[in-house]
C-alpha cells in the first residue's frame, strides 16, 4: 500500500510540475544571419527588441540604421541606449507566421537578413488540452489503483 502511495504521489507531482511548465508560452522570435551580420528579435506584445551584432566576433552593432519589413509593410527601429534597437507594430501582436527582412545599413555596408517569426494565438486554446489531459491521468491512475486495490481484497480473502 506503501508503494501505491508513493507512487501515486509521484506521478501526481510529475503531472503538475508538467501543467505548470507547459502554461509559461515562449517568447516569440526571430533570427537571421547574412556574412556580415546577425540579427535576433524578441517580441513582447507588440513591441520588438533587436539585437544585431557581428558573427565573426559576436560584438554588437550599435550605428546602424535598421528597417525592419514585417508582412509587407517597412518600419524604421529606434536606437536603444544599450545598443540594442526596437520596433513597436500592432503587427507584431498578429498570431500566424510571418516573413520578416532586417535591413542593415553600417557605413558602406548593407545586408538583408531574413527569417521567420512565429507568433502563438493568444487564445489559450492549449491550456484546456491541458487541464482535460490532466484529468485524463487522473482518472487512468484512479482506475488502476481501485483495480489493485481490489486485486489485493482478493489475496487477502483467499489467504483466510
Known sequence: MKRISLLLSAVATCAL?????????AVPRVEARSADFLAVGVVHGDT?????SRPADNAPVRDAAITVVLRGTS????????????????????PGAATVEFQVVEGAAHASLKGTLDVADAGGGEDKNNARQLWWWVLNFAVCFGILWLISRRRKAAQT
Not at 20 to 25: D, L, M, N, R, Y
Not at 48 to 52: A, G, L
Not at 75 to 85: I, K, Q, V, W
Open 75 to 94: 518600419h524604421a527601429a529606434t536606437a536603444e541606449t544599450d545598443g540594442s534597437y526596437s520596433l513597436q507594430t500592432k503587427d507584431l501582436a498578429l
Open 48 to 52: 520588438m527588441s533587436i539585437h544585431v
Open 17 to 25: 510540475g508538467a501543467s505548470v511548465s507547459a502554461e509559461t508560452p
